[in-house]
């Protein structure tokens, strides 16, 4: 079993930047893909980001040149640093961590970004 907690949201303005953190127990981090989802009220959850280990990171086309993934298998933790943030990218961020296969599929409990001036 695998528990995800995010941290780091907050309210930013436009053009400003946050760092989201993810810390995952149990023994399975490393041979997880681990990544960052996002749902804005009324709109699907997408994938915004993920990055498996020994592998490129991948990003969604609305964020590429602005957020960076990156992990740290020894900590157990994963990262989102995310600049010059947009009103448009407001919406709970969410932490998962899934097996090659999609059977082990773990989420976190959402952490929120709100973009405003």
């Known amino acids: 079993q695998v528990q995800l907690v995010e941290s780091g949201g907050g309210l930013v303005q436009p053009g400003g930047s946050l760092r989201l953190s993810c810390v995952a127990s149990?023994?399975?981090?490393?041979?997880?893909?681990m990544g960052w989802h996002r749902q804005a009220p009324g709109i699907q959850r997408e994938l915004v980001a993920t990055?498996?280990?020994?592998?490129?990171?991948n990003y969604a086309d609305s964020v590429k040149g602005r957020f960076t993934i990156s992990r740290d298998n020894a900590k157990k933790m994963v990262y989102l640093q995310m600049n010059n943030l947009k009103p448009e990218d407001t919406a709970v961020y969410y932490c998962?961590?899934?097996?090659?296969?999609?059977?082990?599929?773990?989420w976190g409990q959402g952490t929120q970004v709100t973009v405003s001036s």
């Open positions: 998962n961590g899934r097996s090659r296969t999609g059977v082990l599929d773990y």
């Open positions: 990055i498996s280990s020994g592998a490129g990171p």
């Open positions: 149990g023994s399975l981090f490393s041979s997880l893909t």
